[in-house]
């Protein structure tokens, strides 16, 4: 066996392994074949799966897989994410001139010593049959196998799995949990889940914006008031912590409350005890408190903002919530979650999407996350009519970031400069993506980075 490698080696060694693996690719023309790294972004894409898809190397590689592959049975899981191996699993096609073709995929994947997915090599043969009659959606939502569906989310990126996890755990304790992420991913959710995993979950859940509300609005709407404590308190009003009793009191943007409300809210979570404004005896509240925001707490305590005592006292149990720009396996798993829903809403039933739509709702970064994408989806059923969703019915900021995106796909490197110049503006043009910048010079990743050491780009 030894001596049957040898020669191989040697030969693999003279010809390079990519040109090896691209002769390879290119010898089956009536097949596409293409290879994904572990985030799923194409980095080859052989001439069959251009002439099978309809969708050239420069506008595939780079780019998630299902901005060029779109099938219905992919958008409901990877299979080779999760089993290692697909081996003959029939499905259909949508290619860039939107016609249908029945196909069957082969693949294997690749892991690494942690068993974490590192990419895979993918193989799609044409079938004969019909070309079916339902669009992407038609058969609602099914959850992906290697997909989550929890306290009204559903994920199948790790670092959500992992937080849902933790979540379960941290309910059958009274643990103080603090929720950290963006805008929009969705902590308001969590601290749901929280509350329904948890003995609590009979018991009241009331949530209050820190950044909304006024100091002395805040000390009223926490802890209450009695007749008089302050000019038109006409009546007596419990707060919102003896509200919650027995339940789960959620604070959101508690980075916006003032120092003077967190010296308050420290004592209370000490000696579970609040002062209604204008009362002579304190009141007992058994109540669990969940904290978010979206900035960072230690930096507000290196600025002085925040009371570092309470900062320890909130974060028993930190959960970071990832932005959905760094889920991109979730995104079109949300789309396709959500416009089932809406179409079980009405009045219009989306079957399916035009590629130039799929590929600008894959390659947005979401600044607003899930909150986001739930809008652009609501703006498409409002604005449009008929049963596919085409690019001019998402809101005007997808579809300016749809051109620039392809006006930077299609931007030409000017043969005239320098290697390091070339090199450079490769980089530029493909916003420091290593694999795009290295298609457009025509270069494997390797080659790619062995020049820039070379040349100290």
Known sequence: MDLDRGPLDRLLDQLGPRAAFEVLSDLLPEAAVFVVDGDRNVVHWSQGATQMLGTSADEAVGQLCLSSIRCRQCMLGCGIAKYGHVDGFAIDLYRADESWIPTRKYARGFFDEKGEFIGGIEVLVAQGGAQPEEGDFDDGFQLPSDAEAFQGMISRDPEML??????????????????????????????RAVHAESRRRNQPFIGVNCGALTPTLMESELFGHRRGAFTGAVGERRGLFEQAEGGTLFLDEIAELPLEMQAKLLRVLEEHRVT?????????????????????????????????????????????????????????????????????????????????????????????????????????????????????????????????????????????????????EALQLAQGRVNEAAARLGMSRSTFWRKRRKLGV
């Open 162 to 191: 992992r937080a849902f996890q933790t979540v379960r755990r941290v309910a059958e304790t009274d643990a103080t949990v603090l929720l950290q992420g963006e805008t929009g991913t969705g902590k308001e959710l969590i601290a």
């Open 276 to 424: 209604p404004l204008g009362a002579e005896k304190e009141v007992e509240v058994d109540v669990r408190v969940i904290t978010a925001t979206h900035q960072m707490l230690p930096s507000e305590v290196d600025a002085g903002r925040f009371r570092e005592d309470l900062m320890y006292r909130l974060r028993v149990v930190p959960i970071f919530i990832p932005p959905l720009r760094d889920r991109r396996g979730d995104v079109e798993l949300l789309l396709h979650w959500v416009i089932a829903e809406f179409n079980e809403r009405g009045p219009r039933h989306i079957s399916s999407t035009a590629p130039d739509a799929m590929r600008a709702l894959l390659d947005y970064r979401w600044p607003g996350n899930v909150r986001e994408l739930r809008n652009v989806l609501q703006y498409g059923f409002a604005v449009g009519r008929g049963p596919e969703l085409a690019l001019d019915e998402l809101p005007p900021e997808l579809r300016v970031a749809s051109s620039t995106l392809e006006s930077d796909r299609r931007a030409p490197i000017l043969e005239s400069t320098g290697e390091r110049e070339r090199i450079r």
